[in-house]
DNA sequence: CAATTCGTCTACCATTTGGTAGAGACGTAT
DNA sequence: ATACGTCTCTACCAAATGGTAGACGAATTG
């Protein structure tokens, strides 16, 4: 893999996992393997690496969500839990993915914005998705803005704290994580579906 | 107030809102005008102080969360609904609070660790209750640890990514916060109530 | 009054941080 | 060959970090 990915790679995961201040630009050179200048070269400092990641991560989940969402059934339940499995994978595979995502929020808010826009047509379309199927009596008629932050709270939160889940007895094996799966899809769907 | 309590105070604000590895004793200090020094006095290290941090917030949501469960009727949907008011509040008043408790699971697991020896009981019986009351018919059937999870996932995430609420066109007005946490109570009565 | 304890301070220190300057290795085109 | 662009390196640097040593004044205690 070129160098530049290699380096895109681990920030993501360092970034995601630990938080962007907790982590410098020396730690991610050595996992790595390079030496630090070879990162300032590549990124010319380490708030264009923070935001190169960003756009990457944000263009990995769209990219996925983007498929599930087409290659689904057209009831709203089975498309939002074809949406739930596709992220679950990503998601799990590289826990520091969603949880990048989150740190937006304590980034300075110029980092976070470029993120936010990039997302802004998905989560649009998502939301007046929502409405157009509560009107139809497909889903619990609310406010589809609210629902959808609450979705996604849900399904970040439950994929980047595994202490919440340690607390409970949970374990991350194969058949841990299926079950995982299992109870948030059930949740959602619960949560969601009309009364 | 004393000054190790302002510090505390200040240090719960900045490590909730910010991450413990991003905010410096010296900034602590100077959000509290004192010398850096006078920290270290009363938190004999930065460990310390973090340790100190988390106890104390760990406590205050213990406390609150314990007078609504008494106070609250028998319905496990009413008592659920009274815990999550109960949060409601300080985690509104200062979102720090439980961007503090999401910060254990990027820390060096030791200081997590007594943090998670203090929620415990609390823990364990919250998933006891939720088993008992899903035996009863009263809630919907499911794994109660990871259901007690998914719960406190979806009320600290949309508790703290104001991002996740801008993006769907949220404010945060006193209007604002009564329809999110009715949105929120309505949400989460749907995944819990029996089919 | 003397001695001690408490709370805060100034003055430092070693390490780590993000970042600069510039040299050398490598291939490719002239 | 030589010149040039690409990529990585060693050698630094100024600022910020967590932390130490110890002085100062104000209470408290003998």
Same sequence: chains 1, 2.
């Avoid at 360092?14 to 907790?22: E, T």
């Avoid at 690496?49 to 009831?75: P, Y």
Wanted: aromatic share 4%.
């Amino acid at each position: 893999m070129p160098t530049r990915d290699r380096i895109l790679d681990a920030a993501t995961d360092l970034f995601g996992l630990r938080g962007v201040d907790a982590v410098s630009l020396d730690v991610i050179a050595a996992e790595v393997g390079v030496a630090k200048q070879t990162l300032l070269y590549w990124f010319p400092s380490k708030d264009d690496l923070v935001q190169a990641v960003l756009v990457a991560a944000a263009q990995e989940l769209s990219v996925v969500i983007d498929a599930a969402v087409r290659a689904a059934t057209d009831d709203p339940l089975d498309r939002i839990e074809a949406v739930i499995r596709a992220v679950f994978r990503p998601a799990v595979r590289r826990p520091a993915l969603l949880g990048l995502i989150r740190e937006v929020s304590r980034l300075p808010s110029a980092a976070g914005d470029r993120l936010t826009a990039d997302l802004a047509p998905l989560v649009d379309r998502a939301v007046t998705y929502l409405q157009h199927e509560m009107d139809a009596g497909r889903l619990r008629p609310a406010d589809p803005g609210l629902v959808a932050s609450l979705c996604y709270a849900t399904v970040t939160g439950i994929a980047t704290e595994p202490e919440a889940l340690r607390v409970v007895g949970w374990q991350p094996s194969a058949a841990g994580l299926r079950r995982l799966r299992n109870e948030l899809l059930a949740f959602l769907r619960a949560a969601l579906a009309p009364v």
